[in-house]
């Protein structure tokens, strides 16, 4: 072997030890994961991730008679939930049923699942952002236009009662105290008092939903259904969980800090968090679920279908291999989506104001929840296409194929995320290397009297 390669070998062996080195590293880290991860500063109890973690794992299932209405009330008294209610815990759940476009025959089916999926879930968003202006609204008044002496304004049951009790207060305001208000928000009164006083109400109820609209950053998909609803097409529900609590996982999540749980207990297994392969059918989306270190991580559930019906085995089996990369491809892309749209939302929060003409108005200054639910929508959308460090650490715990009830073959996905590899994966990514040595200087060839060499250099 010659010189020249000597060298190369050697240099293989340095790099493979290298390599062998951090990924035992890496597996020492995910062990001991939890030294020294910094902390949120919120706290979550036990009792509060026990109920998360059934949240996600109960199941109805999914029958070719399924109704969805009937499957989310049956889940609900399971859990012992109700839709629309605040919890005593101060924890909301909202529900969005939206309709699949495709017929249950036709080849474009499963696929046209997917997408109905994400319409309901931004559907349920908007129905909370609704939901979350009433309250809103009264303590933005409040806060820009109330009397020290008037009292605290309470909300009504909606966002219209609410608007127009609002709309009464500011027809008594005295002017010094409405341009006040006007001024505190950030905006310069102009126009002539009545002007004015349509001014302050404008720029209140987009204020509102501004804010309304960042309070979703903390929502959670808890869990999803299909099956019929009462006009007899078939349709896709999801139910979402908002509240103090989501919104300090969000936020961890976000920040990429562990969350600190009061007592903590041991939580489920990545198998036990897994559904059967009956409830998988109908699983879409991202569901968390706080594992055995009592830790939250992310299950991703991916689908796609094959469109293809011809007999060519060879072709029918390309087609699924397809759908398969297809069903990882939205796994990833709901993984994305829920971290970033979070971030996103909280950015909305941060900006004062709605953008103009975001947001259709009715007659009564209402934000109709349609036009809310698209721009919720367009947030959710763009948020696929930032990049996020977030993926870094993940992994796929289930490709598979299923049989749909309605006899299609339905290509699987389920992706993991969590802290534990993620923490190991950051630390092999952000260990500074050992600088490369000074590239070697071959010698001058030093000579003596002329024919008489003293040395000789090799190039290699």
Not at 3 to 15: E, G, L, R
Not at 73 to 78: L, T
Not at 164 to 187: H, P, S, T
Not at 384 to 393: E, F, H, R, Y
Request: charged fraction near 25%; aromatic fraction near 6%; proline fraction near 4%.
């Amino acid at each position: 072997m010659n010189m020249k390669m000597h060298i190369a070998v050697a240099a293989i062996s340095a790099i493979a030890a290298s390599f062998a080195q951090e990924a035992a590293e890496s597996d020492a880290s995910i062990a001991s994961a939890t030294v020294g991860v910094e902390v949120a500063a919120s706290e979550i109890s036990s009792d509060d991730a026990a109920e998360m973690n059934k949240n996600v794992t109960t199941h109805v299932k999914t029958t070719a008679r399924s109704k969805v209405k009937d499957d989310i009330k049956a889940y609900c008294k399971e859990c012992g939930i109700t839709i629309g209610e605040v919890t005593p815990k101060d924890a909301i759940y909202i529900e969005g049923v939206e309709r699949v476009a495709a017929n249950v025959a036709s080849p474009d089916f499963t696929r046209s699942r997917v997408m109905t999926y994400s319409k309901a879930y931004t559907r349920a968003v908007a129905a909370y952002v609704m939901d979350k202006c009433g309250t809103t609204l009264a303590s933005q008044f409040d806060e820009y236009f109330s009397d020290q002496g008037s009292g605290r304004l309470t909300p009504s049951k909606t966002f219209k009662d609410t608007l127009g009790r609002i709309e009464d207060k500011m027809a008594q305001l005295a002017e010094a105290k409405l341009d006040a208000g006007l001024r505190a928000m950030g905006v310069e009164p102009a126009g002539s008092l009545q002007e004015r006083r349509i001014l302050a109400k404008n720029s209140l109820v987009k204020r509102t939903l501004s804010k309304a609209i960042g309070s979703a950053a903390g929502l959670l998909p808890v869990q999803t259904f299909e099956g019929w609803d009462d006009a007899g097409k078939y349709a896709i529900g999801c139910v979402i969980k908002g509240g103090a609590e989501t919104e300090t996982i969000a936020e961890c999540l976000r920040d990429k800090r562990r969350p600190f749980i009061r007592r903590p207990e041991a939580g489920l297994s990545v198998e036990d968090a897994m559904p059967t392969d009956e409830e998988m059918v109908s699983q879409f989306g991202v569901r968390l679920f706080f594992d055995k270190n009592g830790v939250p991580a992310l299950l991703s559930f991916g689908q796609w279908g094959s469109a293809y019906t011809g007999n060519d085995e060879d072709m029918a089996e390309d087609a699924m291999d397809h759908a398969l990369r297809q069903a990882k491809a939205e796994a990833d892309d709901q993984l994305t989506m829920f971290i970033n749209s979070s971030i996103t939302l909280e950015m909305e929060s941060n900006r004062g104001e709605i953008k103009e003409n975001a947001v259709v108005f009715d007659a009564n200054g209402v934000p109709t929840e349609e036009s809310v639910r698209k721009y919720v929508d367009n947030i959710m959308e763009s948020s696929k296409q930032k990049g996020s460090d977030t993926m870094i650490g993940r992994s796929t715990v289930c490709e598979k194929v299923i049989k749909h009830h309605s006899g299609h073959d339905l290509a699987v996905v389920v992706r993991l995320w969590s802290f534990d590899k993620y923490d190991a994966m950051k630390r092999i990514i952000d260990k500074p290397r050992n600088p490369p040595p000074p590239p070697s200087v071959k010698p001058a060839n030093p000579v003596g009297p002329a024919g008489n060499r003293r040395g000789r250099s090799y190039d290699f």
